[in-house]
């Protein structure tokens, strides 16, 4: 499966943004789906994950009640809903898919290219 993120950009403190993961070449609904970010000088950082039939869903603390993840199966996507953004969600993000949902990036057997987020104050 071939992820493209998108979405990304340049934004203020506390506004919204919508980050899109679209898949080809297999079918989404195959894969739990995570949402992760890297940030410059820092390791990449699990931020979301949904399973396969997108019942359920697994936040870092960091973005709990501000971030929320969703899927279409029918049109093999994956959102991130981003709210409130602070100065440190700046980061690129990506989108990977695996068997499961994990916080180590070692997790996930396929990633995207990553979309670059930038909040300023």
């Known amino acids: 499966v071939q992820l493209q993120a998108s979405g990304g950009g340049l934004v203020q403190t506390g506004d919204s943004l919508s980050l899109r993961c679209t898949a080809s070449?297999?079918?989404?609904?195959?894969?739990?789906v995570a949402w992760f970010r890297q940030a410059p000088g820092k390791e990449r950082e699990f931020v979301a994950g949904?399973?396969?039939?997108?019942?359920?869903?697994q936040f870092a603390e960091s973005v709990k009640g501000r971030f929320g993840i969703s899927r279409d199966n029918a049109e093999n996507t994956v959102s991130l809903q981003m709210n409130h953004l602070r100065v440190d969600d700046t980061a690129v993000y990506y989108c990977?898919?695996?068997?499961?949902?994990?916080?180590?990036?070692?997790?996930?057997?396929?990633w995207g290219q990553g979309t670059l987020v930038t909040v300023s104050s």
């Open positions: 070449g297999r079918d989404l609904s195959l894969y739990a």
């Open positions: 990977a898919a695996a068997a499961v949902v994990g916080v180590s990036p070692q997790t996930y057997d396929y």
């Open positions: 949904i399973i396969r039939s997108g019942r359920m869903t």
